[in-house]
C-alpha cells in the first residue's frame, strides 16, 4: 500500500527559520519555481489564479546558518540515510513560500521532510491519475511526506511557507530509517 505521509513527533525550534524566511535582506536569494517547459502547465494554471511557487535555498545565501540547532537535530534524526551528514542536509535544505492554490503535480524527488513556519492552515492533499481527492492532512508540526504521488494544495488562499529537505529514496525506504 502506498504510504502518502508520516507525523514525525519532534519539538523543532521553528523561531530562527521563521526569521529567516522574514529576513527582506535575503529578497534576492529567493528564486521564482516552475521554470522551464516541463513545468509550463502548472506554472499556466497557477498564474490563472495569481499563485506562484519560490524558494530559498540555504547554500544560496551569504550567511552560514549550519551552525543552527536545526541542523544538529536533522543530522541525528536522519544519521541512518546514507551521506545524510550535516553538510549535506544543508546543502539541500530549503524553505518554500507557496502564495495561492499549487494544483496537483509529482515532483522529481520521492518524499520531502517538511516543517510548517507559517500560513499551512489549509490541507495538503493528494490525487489519483485522474485527479480525484483520494488523502489530505492539515499539517501543523513536521511531516515526511511522498511527493512522488500526485499531490498539491488546491485550498491554500495566503502564503504557506515552509522547511523542507528532500530525499531521492522512497517514502517506504526513508521512515524505517528515520532515528525517531
Ligand atoms: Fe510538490
Not at 32 to 58: C, D, H, I, V
Not at 74 to 80: N, P, R, S, T
Request: aromatic fraction near 12%.
Amino acid at each position: 500500500m502506498t504510504i502518502l505521509y508520516k507525523t514525525i513527533d519532534y519539538n523543532f525550534d521553528i523561531s530562527p527559520l521563521v526569521d529567516i524566511a522574514e529576513d527582506n535582506t535575503l529578497e534576492p536569494y529567493w528564486k521564482l519555481l516552475l521554470q522551464g517547459p516541463k513545468y509550463e502547465p502548472l506554472r499556466k494554471t497557477m498564474a490563472s489564479t495569481n499563485s506562484y511557487l519560490s524558494n530559498l535555498k540555504f547554500r544560496d545565501i551569504p550567511q552560514n546558518y549550519i551552525d543552527l540547532q536545526i541542523f544538529a537535530e536533522c543530522e541525528e534524526i536522519f544519521a541512518k540515510i546514507p551521506d545524510f551528514d550535516r553538510e549535506h542536509i544543508y546543502s539541500i535544505a530549503q524553505i518554500f513560500k507557496v502564495s495561492g492554490p499549487l494544483p496537483p503535480h509529482q515532483d522529481e524527488r520521492s518524499c520531502a521532510f517538511s516543517i510548517p513556519l507559517m500560513g499551512v492552515d489549509t490541507p495538503l492533499q493528494w490525487y489519483d491519475n485522474n485527479n480525484n481527492l483520494i488523502e489530505e492532512y492539515t499539517y501543523n508540526s513536521p511531516i515526511l511526506f511522498n511527493t512522488i504521488h500526485k499531490h498539491g494544495s488546491t485550498l491554500n488562499s495566503g502564503q504557506r511557507i515552509f522547511f523542507q529537505i528532500g530525499f531521492k529514496q522512497s517514502i517506504q525506504e526513508v521512515i524505517p530509517l528515520l532515528s525517531i
